[in-house]
């Protein structure tokens, strides 16, 4: 089955610095790539995905990129702000699978 | 819309009591699943349905059980509870399966610690 590591587990910026987080996975026919964030004591929200047809996806200040040969993706948070800090969850799946998720990244954005 | 609903909020139990997380969505989705959260370990998918009467296992099955007898309910029973199941458990639904490009909607969670 599938398998996403995420890394890294912590990552501390300065507000106003970018923040990128990784992950890879072990099914090559996974096609769906979903970030999830979740603050404190609340429920997790997704805040972009991208499919595996696609190189790059940008929404504001995030971004997703996706290298499929080497079966990992990214995710980019550019001029970075205190609700920035949060828990970000990576997510991969193939069609008619459910997501399985990375272990999650804490990133703290002091000011 | 309420979205996806769970109750309780927080439970105690102890070793070997039973008990059933209720879960509920209103926005008439197939697909509903079930997660554990542990510190450092993310969610751990234990069991999902892709509809009324169809469920399948996750990543971490064992200790639990489902059934899907409506579209809109989707409860975990816990039978024999064991200290490691203590965690916090979110129930999440989407209209259609992750991997055709789907937003799952996840319900507040319920913290559970086994004494």
């Known amino acids: 089955g599938e398998n996403v590591e995420q890394h890294p587990s912590t990552l501390s910026v300065q507000e106003g610095d970018s923040a990128v987080i990784k992950c890879t996975y072990s099914?090559?026919?996974?096609?769906?790539f979903p970030w999830y964030k979740q603050e404190l004591g609340k429920r997790p929200q997704l805040i972009i995905d991208?499919?595996?047809?696609?190189g790059e996806k940008k929404d504001q200040r995030i971004a997703v990129t996706l290298n499929k040969t080497a079966k990992h993706f990214s995710l980019h948070i550019t001029e970075t702000q205190p609700e920035d800090s949060a828990v970000y969850f990576c997510?991969?799946?193939?069609?008619?699978?459910?997501?399985?998720f990375g272990k999650g990244t804490t990133l703290s954005v002091s000011s | 819309n309420a979205g996806v609903t769970q109750t309780p909020k927080f439970r105690i139990l102890k070793i070997g009591q039973s008990m059933t997380l209720q879960c509920t969505q209103d926005?008439?989705?197939?697909?509903m699943y079930w997660y554990r959260q542990d510190p450092g370990m993310g969610l751990k998918l234990i069991y999902y349905?892709?509809?009324?009467?169809?469920?399948d296992k996750g990543e971490v099955p064992n200790g639990y059980n489902v059934s899907r007898s409506t579209t809109e309910d989707f409860p975990l029973r816990l039978e024999l509870a064991a200290p490691s199941q203590t965690s916090v458990y979110f129930c999440?639904?989407?209209?259609?399966?992750?991997?055709?490009?789907?937003?799952?909607?996840f319900g507040p969670g319920t913290r559970l610690t086994v004494t």
């Open positions: 099914d090559s026919a996974s096609n769906y």
């Open positions: 991208i499919r595996s047809n696609v």
């Open positions: 997510a991969a799946s193939r069609a008619g699978t459910a997501l399985i």
């Open positions: 999440a639904s989407s209209y259609r399966l992750a991997g055709e490009d789907n937003e799952q909607y």
């Open positions: 349905s892709v509809g009324a009467g169809i469920t």
């Open positions: 926005m008439n989705h197939n697909y």
